[in-house]
């Protein structure tokens, strides 16, 4: 990458995280669904070590921590997000058992079979579904857990328009099935799937998406890549609601065996 282009990359980088900065989430979801998911995780004690990978700003965290007792560790590639998680803890007071750090998900911090839950909503994707799994696994105790949310195909078949949106954004975007099948391959058990329902990206996602886009488009009035952005993500949610019935988000809720 040119100096030139790392430049402009880095401003639009900026920029995004600035406008994220200003949304409680990051992804869909919600926090009944981040306790549904929990609801399938036994075992958790005061002594619990939990890593939430691709944590944002903390959202789902924050509701992870009000209900488990153990210390949770959120990583994010982004300084701004983790600023502002650390932020929101303090104010719940829980700073002493629940810390972000920036670090990226290829290069986990932990030791080997140290973790009893990874926990990641909407972000496994950047580190690819199948070798997060398999990457992830060595950190997590056996009969540990793993939670993550992940971007699915409903059906094997569906319209071009739509299949060529998604596979560009996710590569690896692929039907609940095989990524059950991967789970089983990568030595877990696949204890629980559900599919997100729709108001996790009504009203938790694109809602308070659109209220972020007036003040961001205010905020950079005149700035092209923030016009882009926003033109973007207004046609994201275009899209989801033109073809909602062939993809979503999903949680995938698995237990570490021995292999
Ligand atoms: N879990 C949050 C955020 C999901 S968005 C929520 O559900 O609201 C995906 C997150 O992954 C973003 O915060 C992004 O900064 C983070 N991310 C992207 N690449 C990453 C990487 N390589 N390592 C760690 N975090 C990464």
Same mark, same amino acid.
């Given at each position: 990458m040119s100096n030139e282009n790392k430049t402009i990359h880095e401003f639009e980088l900026n920029l995004i995280c600035d406008f994220f900065s200003t949304t409680k989430r990051q992804g869909p979801g919600s926090p009944e669904v981040t306790l549904?998911?929990? +609801?399938f995780i036994d075992n958790l004690t @005061?002594? +619990?070590l939990i890593a939430d990978i691709g944590c944002g700003t903390g959202g789902q965290t924050m509701t992870l921590a009000e209900h488990v007792k153990g210390k949770i560790t959120g990583l994010d590639l982004f300084p701004k997000f983790i600023d502002?998680?650390? @932020?929101?803890?303090?104010?719940?007071?829980?700073?002493?058992?629940?810390?972000?750090?920036v670090r990226s998900m290829d290069n986990l911090p932990f030791q080997d079979e140290?973790?009893?839950?990874?926990?990641?909503?909407?972000?496994?994707y950047n580190i690819g579904f199948g070798r997060g799994l398999n990457e992830w696994r060595k950190f997590l105790k056996t009969g540990g857990y793993i939670a993550v949310s @992940?971007?699915?195909?409903?059906?094997?078949?569906?319209?071009?328009e739509i299949d060529n949106y998604c596979m560009q954004q996710f590569p690896e975007m692929d039907t609940i099935t095989t990524k059950v099948a991967l789970i089983?391959?990568?030595g877990y058990i696949p204890v629980a799937t559900f599919i997100l329902p729709i108001t996790c990206w009504t009203e938790h996602y694109f809602a308070p998406l659109s209220r972020a886009q007036e003040l961001f488009l205010d905020k950079y009035a005149g700035n092209?890549?923030?016009e882009e952005f926003v033109a973007f993500q207004r046609y994201d949610?275009?899209?989801y609601h033109k073809y909602k019935e062939f993809y979503g988000y999903v949680f995938f809720i698995a237990k570490k065996i021995e292999q």
């Amino acid at each position: 990458m040119s100096n030139e282009n790392k430049t402009i990359h880095e401003f639009e980088l900026n920029l995004i995280c600035d406008f994220f900065s200003t949304t409680k989430r990051q992804g869909p979801g919600s926090p009944e669904v981040t306790l549904k998911a929990l +609801s399938f995780i036994d075992n958790l004690t @005061d002594k +619990s070590l939990i890593a939430d990978i691709g944590c944002g700003t903390g959202g789902q965290t924050m509701t992870l921590a009000e209900h488990v007792k153990g210390k949770i560790t959120g990583l994010d590639l982004f300084p701004k997000f983790i600023d502002i998680f650390n @932020d929101n803890a303090e104010q719940l007071n829980i700073q002493d058992r629940v810390k972000g750090i920036v670090r990226s998900m290829d290069n986990l911090p932990f030791q080997d079979e140290e973790l009893d839950l990874i926990w990641s909503e909407g972000a496994i994707y950047n580190i690819g579904f199948g070798r997060g799994l398999n990457e992830w696994r060595k950190f997590l105790k056996t009969g540990g857990y793993i939670a993550v949310s @992940d971007v699915s195909w409903f059906t094997e078949k569906r319209p071009a328009e739509i299949d060529n949106y998604c596979m560009q954004q996710f590569p690896e975007m692929d039907t609940i099935t095989t990524k059950v099948a991967l789970i089983q391959k990568a030595g877990y058990i696949p204890v629980a799937t559900f599919i997100l329902p729709i108001t996790c990206w009504t009203e938790h996602y694109f809602a308070p998406l659109s209220r972020a886009q007036e003040l961001f488009l205010d905020k950079y009035a005149g700035n092209k890549i923030a016009e882009e952005f926003v033109a973007f993500q207004r046609y994201d949610a275009e899209i989801y609601h033109k073809y909602k019935e062939f993809y979503g988000y999903v949680f995938f809720i698995a237990k570490k065996i021995e292999q």
